[in-house]
């Protein structure tokens, strides 16, 4: 049984078929995230981002199990945080959960906010992969008031 690849239900589904949440909590502070009501969290703790327990060694065994049942997915990074929020720069687990992805023979599709912070791992995406990054305000200001940390 599959531990954090997950497929979405609902609306989400439209977006992707399959997903995994490396994080829990985003520190972005978009004042309108839906996530923390979607996971019933606390806006402020929801603000208080952290690493997924045990995420990279789930997901390895995810995608083990996936590859020796012969199905292969695209799978999307993150739909309740975001894969490049600031504290990436300190555990870089988007980085590790590509690379698990890859060498298990699987897709990633990532949705970010983080801009600059995803320029690094850029060069191991591959064709089939999609990469996509969502601009709200085109006003510095406004964004800076809307998105506080992206």
Not at 86 to 104: G, K, S
Request: aromatic letters at 10%.
């Amino acid at each position: 049984m599959l531990k954090v690849i997950y497929q979405p239900k609902g609306r989400a589904a439209e977006y992707s078929p399959w997903a995994a949440n490396l994080y829990r909590g985003c520190g972005h502070r978009c004042l309108y995230c839906y996530a923390p009501s979607a996971l019933q969290m606390p806006r402020d703790e929801f603000h208080k981002p952290t690493p997924r327990v045990g995420i990279i060694d789930k997901l390895t065994k995810d995608c083990a199990e996936l590859k020796a049942k012969g199905e292969f997915h695209k799978v999307l990074f993150c739909f309740s945080c975001d894969p490049y929020q600031p504290i990436n720069d300190q555990f870089q687990l988007t980085r590790q959960a590509i690379e698990v992805l890859h060498f298990n023979g699987q897709l990633v599709s990532i949705l970010t906010k983080g801009g600059h912070r995803a320029l690094a791992d850029l060069p191991l995406l591959k064709t089939g992969d999609e990469f996509a990054v969502t601009l709200t305000c085109t006003d510095d200001a406004l964004s800076r008031q809307w998105e506080p940390g992206a």
